[in-house]
């Protein structure tokens, strides 16, 4: 079992349309949380932090956090051409400074 | 201006000849990374360094060394180059770590061919 992990996609929706992007973690310890974006050829860029269960909101993202459940996402509401891009969950470790990430998942975003 | 330079941004070498990445970050940053990205396999962690003269293993360090002299930076070494190091590589860091919830400044990336 990886110890992050993403569906690849790619993950196709209409523009305006709200994107689910999901992320599962196999360590219990896991302490902190994040979203990175990255477009083709570029380097990753934070989007969202999260540390907490529940909702975090940012603008047209939201995070959602369930640690029982090992459980990441990200919505994107309103979803337009530029949000077509890979995106990176990261999980961090509270004991060392391993920050593992997910293989990525390819959204697109139809116009 | 912040930021984490890498260099060179593009390298081709041959199988066996040792080479180096550098990093640096202008930010007092204790925290550095290094990462490898291939197709379909994301973002793997080389080596990381909570602060000078502390550094550890990520998920894939065979074949690399890294050395945390300064707290500006954190070069890549490859001894001896084989054809499954082509990659892209990554620098990072952050003031603390990962365990803080810190964003973590990225590299432009140094794209890596060994022939």
């Known amino acids: 079992q990886k110890e992050v992990e993403q569906n690849s996609g790619p993950l196709s929706v209409p523009e305006g349309a709200i994107a689910s992007l999901n992320c599962t973690y196999s360590?219990?310890?896991?302490?902190?949380f994040f979203w990175y974006r990255q477009y083709s050829g570029k380097s990753p860029e934070l989007i969202m932090s999260?540390?907490?269960?529940g909702d975090k909101e940012d603008g047209r993202f939201t995070a959602q956090l369930n640690k029982a459940s090992q459980y990441v996402s990200l919505l994107i509401r309103d979803s337009q051409p530029s949000d077509s891009a890979t995106y990176l969950c990261a999980v961090g470790s509270s004991n060392t400074g391993k920050l593992i990430f997910g293989q990525g998942t390819t959204l697109q975003v139809k116009p | 201006e912040a930021q984490v330079t890498q260099n060179p941004r593009y390298l081709i070498t041959v199988t066996g000849k040792k080479l180096t990445v550098t990093c640096s970050q202008n930010?007092?940053?204790?925290?550095m990374s290094w990462y490898r990205q291939d197709p379909g396999l994301g973002l793997r962690q080389i080596y990381y360094?909570?602060?000078?003269?502390?550094?550890d293993k990520g998920d894939v360090p065979e074949g690399y060394k890294v050395s945390r002299k300064e707290k500006r930076n954190f070069p890549l070494i490859l001894e001896s180059p084989s054809p499954n190091q082509t990659s892209l590589y990554f620098c990072?860091?952050?003031?603390?770590?990962?365990?803080?919830?810190?964003?973590?400044?990225f590299g432009s990336g140094t794209q890596l061919s060994v022939l």
């Open positions: 360094s909570m602060n000078v003269e502390v550094t």
């Open positions: 999260i540390y907490s269960n």
């Open positions: 990072a860091s952050s003031l603390t770590g990962p365990a803080t919830n810190e964003k973590l400044f």
């Open positions: 360590d219990r310890g896991s302490q902190s």
């Open positions: 930010m007092n940053h204790e925290y």
